[in-house]
């Protein structure tokens, strides 16, 4: 059973950042794609970006897009999702997530999922 961990949420004014962690066990980190999402109360979950798990190819969300980054960090088996200029609509619980390609990641096809950490942007 993989196990993801996310970490790094908080509270921060608008304009600031945030730097989101996620870390996994070495075989669904070495193999699978992993991704970001995000729920919004009285919203759907959407998603937010993601990386390939082969070639590290980063792919966003349009209203993240210049904003945030992805990226890993393979000796330390972990996700970040670094999110700069942060707006008050990017309050939400974020997930992150694992699936064995990045079709499915992007689209929340996803066999693994974390806990989800709160991130709150203030006006």
């Known amino acids: 059973q993989a196990h993801l961990v996310e970490s790094g949420g908080g509270l921060v004014q608008a304009g600031g950042s945030l730097r989101l962690s996620c870390t996994a066990s070495?075989?669904?980190?070495?193999?699978?794609?992993m991704g970001w999402f995000r729920q919004a109360p009285g919203k759907e979950r959407e998603f937010v970006a993601a990386?390939?798990?082969?070639?590290?190819?980063?792919y966003y969300e349009d209203s993240v897009k210049g904003r945030f980054t992805v990226f890993r960090v393979t000796v330390e088996n972990t996700m970040y999702l670094q999110m700069n200029s942060l707006k008050p609509e990017d309050t939400a619980v974020y997930y992150c997530?694992?699936?064995?390609?990045?079709?499915?990641?992007?689209?929340?096809?996803?066999?693994?999922w974390g806990q989800g950490t709160q991130v709150t942007v203030s006006s």
């Open positions: 990386i390939s798990g082969t070639t590290d190819t980063p």
């Open positions: 070495g075989r669904v980190f070495s193999t699978y794609a």
């Open positions: 997530a694992a699936a064995p390609n990045d079709y499915q990641v992007q689209v929340g096809q996803c066999d693994y």
